[in-house]
């Protein structure tokens, strides 16, 4: 059974930047897709970054350019950078692995809670 911890959240103002990062235990995530994503109250849960086993990566245009994604394979362990945070960043963020057709496929961490005040 894989656990997924996130972490790096915390408050900071319009313009900052964090990283995250989500260590995974019990398993490799090695040759999985890893995705970040983000529930706002009230929203649904977004999916804000992608990278592929390989390494490729993909974003929405709502964070594209700001935020990255990269892979620690030696570390079993994903990380999130972001920059030129916004206050509609505000969420938690939470990572998994997704399989083919898009759907997460481990159970969710505990989330980290990211707030960027204007």
């Known amino acids: 059974q894989v656990q997924l911890v996130e972490s790096g959240g915390g408050l900071v103002q319009a313009g900052g930047s964090l990283r995250l990062s989500c260590a995974a235990s019990?398993?490799?995530?090695?040759?999985?897709?890893m995705g970040w994503y983000r529930q706002a109250p009230g929203k649904q849960r977004e999916l804000v970054a992608s990278?592929?086993?390989?390494?490729?990566?993909n974003y929405p245009d709502s964070v594209k350019g700001r935020f990255t994604i990269s892979r620690d394979n030696a570390k079993n362990t994903v990380y999130l950078q972001m920059n030129s945070l916004k206050p509609e960043d505000t969420a938690v963020y939470y990572c998994?692995?997704?399989?083919?057709?898009?759907?997460?496929?481990?159970?969710w961490g505990q989330g980290t809670q990211v707030t960027v005040s204007s």
């Open positions: 990278i592929s086993s390989g390494g490729s990566t």
């Open positions: 998994n692995a997704f399989d083919m057709l898009g759907t997460p496929r481990l159970n």
């Open positions: 019990g398993s490799t995530v090695s040759s999985y897709p």
